[in-house]
T-cell receptor, first 118, second 107 residues
Framework: DVKVTQSSRYLVKRTGEKVFLECVQD?????MFWYRQDPGLGLRLIYF???????EKGDIPEGYSVSREKKERFSLILESASTNQTSMYLC?????????????????FGEGSRLTVL | AQRVTQPEKLLSVFKGAPVELKCNYS??????LFWYVQYSRQRLQLLLR??SRESIKGFTADLNKGETSFHLKKPFAQEEDSAMYYC?????????FGQGTELSVKP
């Protein structure tokens, strides 16, 4: 059974703080993704990675960065948190080695990290 | 540009009634489409994909390229179908989601 684990379920941070959200998957998947989930806006892709040390911007990368030093771990970083980054953050992985072309196939999601920025 | 639109934020039906959750997409290539579901307090998970042409939990979805639609249907809704449903489009190595439709099935 695929397991995608997000280290923090709930975080409360102050404006301007640096925030790390960690995600680990245990199935040797090539692709990993970070989305934010907001009511009425659905899931919006922040960044994705199709290989170690590779990253690609999604639709809303501003204010975020990512790190993928190992295949199983994909971290989302908020360099200076702002109140409009209060959201639910979802990590996902996919086994298909598609790179930038072709289908992602099925995505396997973590339980989410709910971040509140005060 | 890739885009997925789910026009209804909330769909409320009574148990036993038919359900149709709408999804329209915009994509220049040959689309691969999915429906994902999130039950209360559970993680988002795949419900079905168009290439499988399968029925999962009584739900079906047909890809209509002429109308660029991929509506999710079930003839008789059950209370346990209450959840958040997302339509998604795959392309360029990423999955683009719609805004989501909350389905509420009342007893």
């Amino acid at each position: 059974d695929v397991k995608v684990t997000q280290s923090s379920r709930y975080l409360v941070k102050r404006t301007g703080e640096k925030v790390f959200l960690e995600c680990v998957q245990d199935m040797d998947h090539e692709n990993m993704f970070w989305y934010r989930q907001d009511p009425g806006l659905g899931l919006r892709l922040i960044y994705f990675s199709y290989d170690v040390k590779m990253k690609e911007k999604g639709d809303i990368p501003e204010g975020y960065s990512v790190s993928r030093e190992k295949k199983e771990r994909f971290s989302l970083i908020l360099e200076s948190a702002s109140t409009n980054q209060t959201s639910m953050y979802l990590c996902a992985s996919s086994p298909y080695p598609s790179g930038l072309a072709g289908s992602t196939g099925e995505l396997f999601f973590g339980e989410g990290s709910r971040l509140t920025v005060l | 540009a890739q885009r997925v639109t789910q026009p209804e934020k909330l769909l409320s039906v009574f148990k036993g009634a038919p359900v149709e959750l709408k999804c329209n997409y915009s994509y220049s290539g040959s689309p691969e489409l999915f429906w994902y579901v999130q039950y209360s307090r559970q993680r988002l998970q795949l419900l079905l994909r168009h290439i499988s042409r399968e029925s999962i939990k009584g739900f079906t979805a047909d890809l209509n390229k002429g109308e660029t639609s991929f509506h999710l249907k079930k003839p008789f809704a059950q209370e346990e179908d209450s959840a958040m449903y997302y339509c998604a489009l795959s392309g360029g190595g990423k999955l683009i989601f719609g805004q989501g439709t909350e389905l509420s099935v009342k007893p």
